[in-house]
């Protein structure tokens, strides 16, 4: 039976998952694999964190430097996280002849292309399964399953974090703040949420999952992105009423323009499949020209998922699987989308004075602008003499929604920032 000697770098939530499949599943595995998997090193900073060890693995543990060194490791997990030294160890653990699994999707969507002609040099391979979507297998879909396919999109909720405080949001009527601090009292959000919440953590992903559909580089530069911290409780309200939900949602659609790419809050339509898709679970929509629509649902984060992900890389590189394709090291071929040609449907919000003729002199900006009124809510809940007016438009481009909000947001009768949302009506 084959050996494929390990060594692990990183014992935190997902490396200590890892740990915890490898040593006490190692029979199972072995039956499922027809691999023995040999965790011979490890690698560790933290003394808290090995605790987790027994006293066999504890005589492994290893500066990370010498362990990408050793002649008694076949494959390098790096499961540290952020660009350095993560890129350090992986690009020596190449150079020293070792294959790579790893789940640092920041580094593979920034450095994707250093790293894969690293690989390409020294003959090694580097898998990434668990740097999108936790245990759901839509990096093995897009490099294998739907091989056969064209894919003309992918887009879905991909971020954990932001998927539950929506759902909180949207479930109890909640604001952001309040919700945000649900998530990380209840371990779904960090003490510092910025990637989560701005949308910054699903941008790395959709880096990934474009560059892998599209079969050309998608780089984080060329994904517009927004966040949901300016996401209203008003927002969530307005937006069911018109049979919508609200979802942090990272598109990428292949069209003969190019490519689109964006990270957005997003409406949604309530009978969609992703609507309801709700608390910190993960969901990757695909359309191939020849299965049709393809939904992946699970768990997109935690220790036992993802470490399932990185295990099942292990499995591809024991059993001497290649890495299919390298879209980093491809050529563009259309390139990508600009933002101001995306057309869309909107979702607007404005804070305007209880006045008559208001609706009147916004829809004529709008309609000066080719931008067409769809749907109008006017409510009477007001706050002082301010109300919000809420429209959603027919298909308009990017471009002329932006020139006619700065119009509308200088008018004396709009009070605020205009809430702009995007409508996303695809079956």
């Keep these: 039976m084959r050996t494929l000697k390990v060594g692990l770098i ?59 060194r050793s002649r008694d490791v076949d494959c390098v997990i790096e499961l540290i996280g952020g660009i350095h030294p993560a890129k350090e160890f992986i690009l020596g653990a190449l150079r020293n002849g070792k294959d790579v699994v790893t789940a640092n ?33 839509v990096i093995k879909a897009l490099r294998e399953g739907l091989i056969g396919n064209r894919i003309e999109s992918v887009f879905g909720i991909i971020n954990g974090t932001s998927n539950y405080i929506l759902t909180r949001m949207s479930r109890e009527g909640l604001g952001f703040s309040e919700a945000l601090a649900l998530a990380q009292k209840e371990g779904y959000a960090e003490k510092d949420p910025t990637l989560d919440v701005e949308g ?22 060329d994904i517009a992105c927004e966040g949901i911290r300016g996401i209203d409780h ?43 898709v709700d608390g910190p ?25 993802t470490a399932s992900a990185v295990i099942s890389d292990l499995a591809d590189i024991a059993l001497g699987r290649k890495m299919v394709f390298n879209p980093w090291g ?43 009124i769809s749907d109008v809510i006017q409510t009477e809940r007001k706050s002082g003499n301010v109300v919000p007016l809420i429209m959603l438009t027919h298909d308009t481009d990017e471009k ?10 200088s008018l004396p009768v709009v009070k605020g920032r205009p809430q702009v949302l995007r409508i996303e009506n695809e079956n």
């Design 10 to 68: 990183g014992l935190g939530q997902i490396g200590g998952g890892v740990y915890r499949l490898l040593s006490g599943k190692s029979a199972f595995l072995k039956e499922q694999a027809g691999v023995f998997f040999d965790l011979t090193a490890i690698s560790e900073k933290d003394p808290k964190r090995l605790k987790i060890l027994s006293a066999r693995f504890r005589k492994r543990v290893m500066p990370a430097e010498k362990l990408i």
């Design 105 to 137: 999707k920041a580094l593979i969507a920034e450095h994707g292309k250093e790293i894969f002609a690293a690989a390409g040099k020294y003959n090694r391979r580097v898998f990434f399964e668990a740097s999108v979507g936790g245990g759901i297998p």
């Design 200 to 221: 910054i953590d699903s941008a790395h992903k959709l880096s990934i999952l474009a560059s892998l559909a599209f079969r050309e580089p998608v780089s984080l530069s």
């Design 234 to 276: 008003s927002d969530i309200a307005f937006a069911a009423q018109f049979g919508y939900v609200i979802k942090l949602l990272a598109i990428g659609k292949k069209t003969a323009a190019g490519i689109e790419a964006r990270v957005q809050p997003t409406l949604v339509p309530r009978n969609h499949m992703l609507a309801k």
């Design 281 to 305: 679970l993960n969901a990757v929509f695909l359309q191939g020209d020849e299965v049709g629509d393809i939904l992946l649902y699970g768990r997109g984060a935690g220790s036992k998922p």
């Design 330 to 372: 491809a050529q563009r071929r259309v390139g990508t989308k600009p933002v101001s040609a995306i057309s869309s449907r909107y979702y607007f919000r404005f804070s305007v004075i209880d006045r008559p003729g208001v609706l009147a002199r916004i829809s004529g900006v709008l309609g000066s602008n080719q931008v067409s």
């Design 400 to 409: 002329a929604v932006k020139q006619a909000i700065r119009r509308i947001q």
